[in-house]
């Protein structure tokens, strides 16, 4: 019986699919080339655009086997493939797994989960709700984990795994036989993913044993039987773990566990459009330059009218102008909206945020342009929290994206600037 593959599923699929579509037009677009300039399209410039379908292909395939080649070789010790890692890290895995240096792969994505990516990381599990509470917990075992008191961090973050799960899952934890960690069209919450990580973690571990471990087996740790587990390999695995778990764990709070209706496939007319957009991408982002800001270029105004329009900067401004003003329902048009949430909650999250003090005054610090859709901006907050004045410096970051919510270059007219991290500030 064949066993299912992550290759197999619908996002990857699809992606092949267009890619053989681009394929076709390719090997078709001499003979209906004359309808195509009936219709207006300038057929040269196509046939420019595709000379890149050979790539896409190559790319499309390699991407479409890289999880399950990953999966394959490292799942029986402890790692799995998920959305959010790596793609270059997990390449660079396998590749010296295919040639025969497993263990050398294995260290790449141990080296790959340094504090400061756990980091990151962990600041995109507040997405999930029913992880919000067991953040505070989780920042502590990153503390152990840098200074590498891993006897510390791997029993908590074995536990906030377990919990989270639980939570989600009707009172069983990931750690439960009776627990169903899959997810249509996931690449982490698969049979050959999250299952299967759970089947190794899981295994009874009875008798007491001092030598080190490099696998998670939480029966053994947890209850005190597997007394070599405080290595750094073993604390990077379950961090890899718990990020694993946050495709499932979002698909739950947001009820896409199942299939959802069909989309119509894309005619060739709009496959093309889809490559010219993705070449015209490519061209500009090799073109692209951050802007370089010294202390003197940056206005020390509050007035939105001091700074260029359609900046990320002139934006942030207006956003902290509204701010003063407490005018907390515009403010909500300038942040990116939360997972889960419709934009009509928003003014409500905003007010919740930053209606608990009062601001004062602010500045802008510094100014740096971090890719071609994010800029990082450094603001000086001055504000009043209950009777005490406080003075906080916060990074905001922006993003430029469509009416879709999805990246776009800055030099590419008609989308705006959103502020993405606005749900990290904290005015203590």
């Given at each position: 019986?064949?066993?299912p ?123 999930i709700?029913a ?19 891993y ?47 759970g ?60 299939e ?52 990320p ?29 419709s ?86």
């Open positions: 019986m064949h066993e593959q992550i290759k197999d599923i619908p996002t990857l699929q699809d992606i092949l699919k267009q890619t053989q579509g681009v394929m076709a037009l390719k090997r078709t677009i001499p003979w209906i080339s004359p309808l195509l300039k009936l219709m207006g399209i300038d057929t040269d410039k196509m046939q420019e655009k595709l000379e890149i379908a050979d790539e896409l292909a190559k790319k499309a395939q390699e991407l479409a086997a890289l999880p399950d080649q990953f999966n394959n070789h490292f799942s029986n010790r402890g790692w799995i493939i998920y959305e959010s890692l790596n793609l270059e890290t997990a390449k660079q895995a396998v590749i010296l797994a295919d040639n025969g240096d497993i263990e050398a792969g294995e260290q790449v994505l141990v080296n790959y989960f340094t504090p400061n990516t756990v980091g990151i990381w962990l600041n995109q599990m507040k997405e709700k992880f919000q509470s067991r953040i505070r917990l989780a920042r502590l075992a990153l503390q152990d984990y840098e200074a590498d008191r006897h510390a961090c791997i029993p908590v973050i074995l536990a906030l795994l377990d919990g989270l799960v639980n939570e989600l899952n009707g009172g069983h934890g990931f750690f439960s036989y009776e627990t169903n960690l899959e997810a249509w069209d996931s690449i982490s919450a698969h049979k050959q993913g999250l299952v299967q990580l089947n190794i973690f899981r295994k009874g571990r009875n008798k007491t044993r001092t030598e080190t471990i490099y696998i998670p087996y939480r029966n053994g740790i947890m209850h005190g039987t597997d007394l070599g587990y405080d290595n750094k390999i073993v604390a990077a695995k379950v961090w890899a773990a718990l990020f694993a778990v946050r495709d499932w764990a979002l698909k739950v709070e947001q009820d896409r566990l199942e959802p209706p069909p989309n119509q496939n894309l005619s060739f007319i709009e496959l093309f459009k889809q490559i010219q957009k993705t070449h015209d991408t490519k061209e500009q982002l090799g073109q692209w330059e951050p802007r370089i800001f010294s202390d003197e270029d940056i206005p020390k105004s509050e007035n939105p009218k001091d700074y260029p329009s359609q900046t900067e002139h934006q942030i401004v207006e956003f902290l102008a509204l701010w003063e003003a407490k005018n907390y329902g515009h403010m909500a048009n300038y942040i990116q909206v939360s997972r889960g949430k934009p009509k909650e928003m003014p409500k999250a905003i007010r919740e945020t930053f209606g608990t003090v009062e601001l004062i005054r602010f500045q802008i610090l510094h100014i740096e342009d971090a890719a071609a859709a994010a800029t990082n901006i450094l603001v000086k907050l001055e504000y009043e929290l209950g009777t005490n004045s406080k003075e906080k410096d916060f990074n905001f970051r922006l993003l430029y994206l469509n009416a879709d919510g999805k990246a776009e270059v800055r030099s590419e007219p008609g989308h705006r600037w959103i502020i993405s991290n606005w749900n990290h500030f904290h005015p203590y």
